[in-house]
Each structure stands twice: as C-alpha cells, then as structure tokens.
C-alpha cells in the first residue's frame, strides 16, 4: 500500500474530500485506512465498568486507500508515491518533490 500508519493524508473523493489527517490504523489486507478526524460516526455505548455511564461517543470508520493521498512533505499538497531503492533500502519517494518519504 501506498500510505503506513502514521502517515499525514489527504482525502480526494467522498463527503469528506480535501480534510487530512494522519492515518491511525493502515489495513493492507481490505486496502483500507482509518484517517484521524475523518468519516466520523456516532455509536451507542453500553455502560460498561470503564464506562459506568455509557452514552454516544464518535470513532473513524475506515475509508479505501484509494481515496487519499500523501501529502508531500515539501509543498503540503497531495502526491502520488514511487518506491526506489535508496542504499540498498526500498524507500517511498514523492512523485512531486522528488523527496523521500522514510
């Protein structure tokens, strides 16, 4: 996958396109991520001994990671990646900057 937990992300498409974020949890498997702050849902929460008075909280649901992209850490937009090998190590490299990623 093109983006890691950690990350800093743009939304492209959906009801919540051009929020960022940075991702909390990268699903590789569903080719999915959970974005901070982004594709927000209200759950019912039972009382529980953590939670003695239950309630409503909000929790990002995941979005396809075809929907966001990297922002380039040099200009702030959005950019595609491309991998090279740097030293004998695979890193990701902004199409746009030229600057690598990790």
Do not use: F
Request: charged letters at 30%.
């Amino acid at each position: 996958m093109h983006v890691k937990k950690g990350d800093t992300v743009i939304v492209l498409s959906g009801k919540h396109k051009g929020k960022s974020g940075k991702v909390l949890l990268a699903l590789p498997r569903d080719q999915k991520v959970v974005v901070e702050g982004v594709n927000l849902v209200t759950k019912n929460v039972k009382p529980s001994p953590a939670n003695p008075q239950g309630g409503q909280e909000q929790r990002e649901l995941a979005l396809h990671a075809s929907k966001v992209a990297l922002v380039d850490p040099e200009t702030g937009k959005a950019t595609r990646v491309r991998k090279q090998i740097v030293d004998g190590k695979k890193v990701r490299v902004a199409v746009a900057s030229g600057k690598t990623i990790d």
